[in-house]
């Protein structure tokens, strides 16, 4: 089956600002890229990579995702996730806040990993993932660090290989790949590529990002062919591209 991706091109140049798309059929390999490799603002992508950090850690044996971390005074972050409303003190293993990241983007959980795991940890696996648009430079919600213009970035087709080996149980071991995209499964934040495809019995695992004029949503469509889809932007007017990414999807698997 040949990707549908008619009127792509055009629609991103309708919508302007800094967009990546990485599209690939899984089944036959075919891709559809637009300023892929370019490395775009991460917001909640990164969270990615320091889930398959936290795989590798485990699998190398330095340290449990069995182990447990109580929340501290000063760890709850504003926006998305549910730790910040949670009581100080409060027990969590490490695979807890890897699935708390990951389905509904805690931020708190984030931060704590980062920490736990290293960031220079986490980069070294992206550098041995052969990912070059994709950095961990700061933690979440560092005001200091934005000031000074220090982002996180990925980039679409970085993200596309990492869902890809996923998919082909590439990513650590067979089995901690299979965990991983069984957390994406499980994803509850839902409005952009899977939006039209609930109705459809068409499994999403898939990561968002969004921040101001930033949004994205990374993943893999499982129809009849698989299809990874990969749609970062920045600089642009969001609930256009949101709409743009509900299409895609929509287009993709028909």
Not at 104 to 124: F, H, K, P, Q, Y
Request: glycine share 8%; hydrophobic share 45%.
């Amino acid at each position: 089956m040949r990707l549908r991706t008619e009127g792509l091109e055009e629609a991103l140049e309708r919508i302007g600002g800094h967009t990546g798309v990485y599209i690939k059929n899984l089944a036959t390999g075919e891709v559809w890229a637009r300023g892929a490799s370019d490395p775009i603002e991460a917001a909640s992508v990164i969270k990615l990579p320091v889930m398959i950090e936290a795989f590798r850690a485990a699998a190398a044996g330095e340290l449990s995702l069995g182990e447990t971390h109580a929340l501290r005074d000063g760890e709850r972050l504003p926006s998305c996730g549910t730790l910040k409303a949670m009581h100080t003190g409060i027990e969590m293993t490490l695979l807890d806040l890897v699935r708390l990241m990951i389905i509904v983007s805690d931020n708190a959980a984030t931060n704590i990993l980062i920490r736990r795991l290293g960031m220079e940890n986490v980069n070294r696996t992206i550098e041995a993932l052969h990912l070059t648009g994709t950095r961990v430079n700061r933690l979440l919600f560092d005001a200091e660090a934005s000031a000074r213009g220090i982002i996180n970035t990925v980039s679409a087709a970085d993200m596309g290989r990492v869902l890809e080996g996923l998919h082909n149980g590439e990513i650590v071991s067979r089995e901690a790949s299979r965990q991983m995209l069984d957390i994406l499964l499980d994803q509850q934040l839902n409005g952009k590529l899977p939006f039209y495809l609930h109705d459809r019995d068409i499994d999403v695992a898939h990561k968002t990002g969004e921040d101001e004029n930033l949004t994205h949503d990374v993943g893999i469509l499982f129809a009849e062919e698989p299809i990874v889809c990969c749609m970062l932007g920045e600089r642009l007017y969001a609930p256009d591209y949101v709409r743009l990414m509900q299409d895609t999807a929509r287009q993709l698997c028909l």
